[in-house]
């Protein structure tokens, strides 16, 4: 199927339809007969741009567009503006629902026509400095909405930790099938917080552990050792002394002169 951007575009850019066929069993894959899949999608088609392409065969129903083809499984909603948004940066595939069966084959027969326009006076596709423009505009974050976000995810998530923790109260002592009793470590001494000054402490006093372990003057020589050096230390102290000594006597001398 033949498409341009615009109608100053000379070469037109080919897109690969075919209906979409899985087999039997695929759970929550695209509705068989009435799905296209399209390939070779460029990065500035999007789903409003390919719903309005294929509007002239039937209703679209929905328009997914995904990097690859999938086993057909089913996407997580996404529930968040500000988090988990990926940028298409290339080609990528497409599945357009259509309401009816014969939007499929009516698909397929536009490659007989000449190339569609992605981008028309009624519905132009913004590109340079004005998608640039439109980009950054859509980056900046509005403060008081992502406030909200937060504020609504983390009353979601302080109910779901309420609700554990209210049902392991209930189900603790309780034994199941079996007759197991499961153990948990609630009411115990929570474990220390693992930052740079708690392992340093936990360090030093296994380093001061080992030192207690250790025999001290095992070996003869050891001892000799041990011996010259407590003897070389009260010679020192000695010395000391005695200089300490002489020092105060000679403080202590009359001069008159």
Known sequence: LAVKFGER?????CLLVK???????????????????????????????????????????????????????????????????????????????????????????????????ISTESHPVKTGISKWIANYAASVVDQEELKAEVDAYMQDYDKKIAEEEAKAAEEEGVPDEEGWVKVTRKGRKPGLPRT???????????KQKRARKELLNFYAWQHRETKREHIAQLRKKFEEDKQRIALMRAQRKFRPY
């Open 19 to 117: 209906e979409h066929q899985v087999r039997e069993g695929a759970g929550t894959a695209p509705p068989p007969r009435r799905t296209l899949f399209v390939l070779n999608v460029p990065p500035y088609c999007g789903p409003d741009s390919l719903s309005r392409l294929f509007s002239r065969c039937g209703h679209v129903q929905a328009v997914d567009v995904c990097e690859k083809p999938g086993p057909g499984e089913k996407k997580e909603k996404l529930t968040s503006k500000f988090f988990n948004h990926k940028t298409a940066t290339g080609f990528q595939v497409a599945y357009v629902v259509f309401r009816k069966p014969s939007g499929v084959q009516a698909a397929k027969a536009l490659s007989q026509e000449g190339p569609l326009l």
């Open 9 to 13: 575009q000379r070469s037109p850019h």
């Open 196 to 206: 740079e000054a708690a392992n340093l402490r936990v360090l030093e006093r296994e």
